[in-house]
């Protein structure tokens, strides 16, 4: 976990810094359009540095700061996943953090839209902007939309469903959300392997592939239009009557009798069960013989 630079993460706690990260490792923002937004780093415990290892915890906030030439210059996220790890001598913590934005799904929208015809997404963002600390911003022209059932769920959830409503695009700045037609833009920047590219993986798996679906029923049903069979599964094959067991179809009466028995248990089934004889045993009379028990031997344990 060596690292040649200093990092200038900062660890907020309780509305004020608290210090920065500087020996914070493997710092890496990852941002998926329209999707996640977070944070990972390492930070070890040192002698000298308790009171900043010991910061980071849930809810507490990592910010970066405001004189950096990136984009993330500024950027809130809200520590959402810690994960101590020890290895031999040294002992760090593997810290998620995930965007202030995001924050958002705390809140839940009390109202709902049956329908409304050609709204435009101000109408929408109205409500998800009401009794929160987000502001939103609209970027761009849309064409107006019917709105069908929506409200009565997440804000989080609702923002998304706009955003797929209108085809749009989101931009984050902490508190102010931006919905926009284009997120970004073309700056000419290349990307080059061995340049400003250390490394590439790639991975590929076999895993949960399923080729092939073949679909039986009982006696011998099979989908419908299955080549080279004429019984199919359709309403008329289908019965309603109660099923059971193989131990009730066995042991009619008798196996159900013998669950709430206080005197016997079943334990297996036995390997001739279908030859035995079960209409002269009674499990809970007295009268039962030694010899009628032996009858369902390896079937039943007499207590």
């Known amino acids: 976990m ?25 710092v890496r923002v990852n941002e998926t ?6 944070v990972t780093f390492a930070y070890p415990r040192l002698p000298d540095d308790h009171e900043r290892y010991a910061a980071l915890y849930e809810d507490n906030e990592v910010r970066f700061p405001v004189d950096m030439s990136d984009r993330v210059a500024g950027q809130i996220f809200v520590i959402k996943r810690v994960e101590e790890i020890r290895r031999g001598r040294s ?16 809140y839940f929208l009390d109202e709902y839209v049956d329908f409304a015809a050609a709204k435009t997404p101000e109408f929408l963002l109205a409500k998800l902007g009401n009794n929160t600390p987000f502001t939103f911003y609209v970027e761009g022209s849309f064409a107006p939309k019917d709105v069908f059932e929506w409200g009565e769920a997440r804000k989080i959830d609702l923002l998304n469903a706009a955003v797929e409503l209108y085809n749009a695009e989101l931009s984050y700045d902490n508190y102010a959300i931006t919905f926009t037609t284009r997120a970004g833009g073309n700056y000419g920047a290349e990307v080059r392997y061995g340049k400003n590219l250390p490394g590439l993986q790639r991975t590929s798996h076999s895993m949960e592939r399923v080729t092939r679906l073949y679909g039986y ?7 419908e239009g299955y080549a080279g069979h004429t019984k199919n599964i359709s309403i008329r094959n ?32 036995p390997s001739s069960y279908r030859n035995c004889r079960t209409k002269s045993i009674s499990y809970n009379s007295k009268r039962s013989t030694r010899r009628s028990r032996r009858r369902v031997y390896g079937a039943l344990a007499i207590r």
């Open 91 to 106: 002992v760090y913590k593997v810290v998620e953090a995930h965007h202030v934005a995001f924050q958002l799904a705390h």
């Open 238 to 269: 289908i019965s309603t009557r109660r099923t059971h067991t193989k131990a009730e179809r066995i042991f009619p009466k008798r196996v159900r009798r013998l669950n709430c028995s206080p005197k016997c248990s079943v334990i297996s089934r």
């Open 217 to 223: 029923g009982k006696n011998g049903l099979t989908i």
């Open 2 to 26: 060596a690292n040649k630079f200093a990092s200038r993460l900062e660890i907020w706690t309780g509305g004020q810094r608290l210090g920065i990260l500087r020996d914070a490792k493997e």
């Open 33 to 38: 359009l329209n999707g996640q937004y977070y």
